[in-house]
């Protein structure tokens, strides 16, 4: 590994050299700040250095003139030289990508009389996220944002189960393939069964698989989401609405790893790490005997709250515009100062999907590529009963084209596939759903 270091007089190789072992971007720091030495990894991650000149963390970083707690956020270099210890924080750095998320670990290194004289930093870019509105599909920089995503970062590589709690709509479904991409597990797969709507017999058959001839129309042996997942993880999406008769099986399979496909008396294992979803309160099914209070603790070991809109308003913007790039087919939209702050004054009650929602109208409805206050306002649709003018028009139709949901569900899904040539991956995204959810909508039409 390329190893790049300064002129420091008191910089030595054997201490340069240590930065070959770890499989990550790391510096080799000053105390008083001064960056003396880059690994490889940290070149192909963030860049070059400069170091015929004095280069400061904070600059490099952050772009700062002061250290970071000067500058209103947390060091975890000046909270290392206070405590002696590792510290670790989550800090948003300039990258030739722009800004992005970094999980931050600082290992002090003392000399022979004590003394912290130098620093190992450690940099751990966070899978999918950005605190800008570029590709990454975890966009924010919110307080709230960044405490979720530090315990994403945090429980990442730990193998145990995380529950993601939160609102419809908050983005779960990215938060699980994070915390997958930060694991070990992350060149196998991530699995996905939603749990919603799903009968006992089906729930079971969808798991742990069935072989030919265990029910009727079982033609085939089919494998269970269980088995894929082997080595990888599952993600049971909106787990509170697993029938509870069907729960004892499901924890079965967690306290042993074995399960039994319907129709088999052979018994599998599986090797997964689990990650659960829900919008409802467990506790409260639990109170109510809706949920098994074993099952519960089971999967409750590292909750992870996913903050609504309404507790990271400041990050709408950011928001709107990643959204404005993926649901714009191509064409570049932008919002006026005033629409964004008519967004950040909007109750989201479906969260970001409700935010794509109604930027997609906004689309349709501007005539130019700047999307007015005006024309947010009138995407915005009411529950108390009121509908603004457009949505009145789009009831009126479908009433008088007798369309029922399904058929309007079915021509709106249909729409896209043309629009993005049957790009299943691209659409699935769009509606917020899987690519196993769009299939099966396909599949009804």
């Known amino acids: 590994m390329q190893l790049i270091a300064s002129d420091h007089p008191s910089l030595n190789s054997p201490m340069a050299a240590m930065l070959d072992g770890y499989d990550c971007p790391a510096i080799l720091v000053s105390a008083d700040y001064e960056i003396l030495a880059t690994n490889s990894r940290y070149q192909d991650s963030f860049g070059d250095i400069d170091f015929s000149r004095t280069n400061r963390c904070f600059q490099i970083s952050h772009g700062y003139s002061v250290p970071c707690d ?102 779960k479904e990215l938060a699980a393939r994070a915390i997958h991409e930060a694991s070990g597990r992350k060149d196998k797969a991530l699995v996905t069964l939603e749990c919603t709507g799903l009968t006992d017999s089906l729930f079971e058959s969808e798991l742990f698989g069935h072989i030919k001839g265990a029910f009727t129309g079982a033609t085939s042996n ?34 042993t790893g074995t399960f039994r496909q319907v129709g088999s008396a052979e018994v599998k294992r599986s090797d997964f790490r689990l990650i659960c979803a829900t919008h409802r309160n467990l506790s409260q099914m639990v109170d109510a005997s809706e949920f098994r209070d074993d099952l519960f603790y089971r999967i409750n070991v590292f909750p992870i709250h996913l903050p609504s809109l309404g507790e990271r308003t400041q990050d709408i913007p950011l928001l709107a515009r990643a959204l404005l790039k993926r649901v714009a087919g191509g064409k570049k939209f932008s919002l006026t100062p005033a629409a964004e702050e008519t967004l950040k004054e909007h109750h989201f009650k479906g969260n970001i999907r409700e935010l794509r929602n109604i930027l997609s109208r906004a689309i349709v409805l501007s005539d130019t590529d700047k999307i007015q206050e005006d024309t947010i306002r009138d ?67």
Not at 382 to 392: H, P
């Open 70 to 171: 000067q500058a209103g956020e947390d060091c975890p270099l000046g909270a290392a030289k206070k405590s002696g210890h590792k510290e670790r924080v989550l800090h948003i750095h300039q990258t030739p990508r722009g800004k992005e998320h970094v999980d931050v670990e600082m290992l002090p290194i003392h000399n022979s009389e004590g003394e912290l004289i130098y620093f190992v930093e450690l940099l751990h870019p966070v899978p999918l996220a950005s605190g800008h509105f570029n590709d990454k599909e975890l966009v924010g920089e919110s307080p709230a944002f960044n405490k979720m995503l530090e315990h994403i970062a945090r429980v990442g590589k730990a193998d145990i189960s995380v529950l993601l709690l939160g609102e419809s709509g908050t983005g």
């Open 222 to 255: 089919k494998k269970g989401l269980a088995e894929l997942a082997d080595g990888g993880t599952l993600f049971l999406d909106e787990i509170g609405d697993v029938p509870l008769q069907t729960q004892v099986k499901l924890l079965r399979l967690l306290e």
């Open 379 to 445: 995407c915005f649709f009411d529950r108390a009963g009121e509908n603004s003018d457009l949505v009145k028009q789009d009831i009126a139709r479908q009433v008088e084209a007798e369309m029922d949901l399904k058929t309007l569900e079915r021509n709106y899904i249909s729409g896209l596939m043309k629009q993005h040539n049957d790009n299943k991956e691209k659409v699935a995204a769009i509606l917020d759903i899987s690519v196993r959810s769009l299939y099966r909508k396909l599949n009804e039409t």
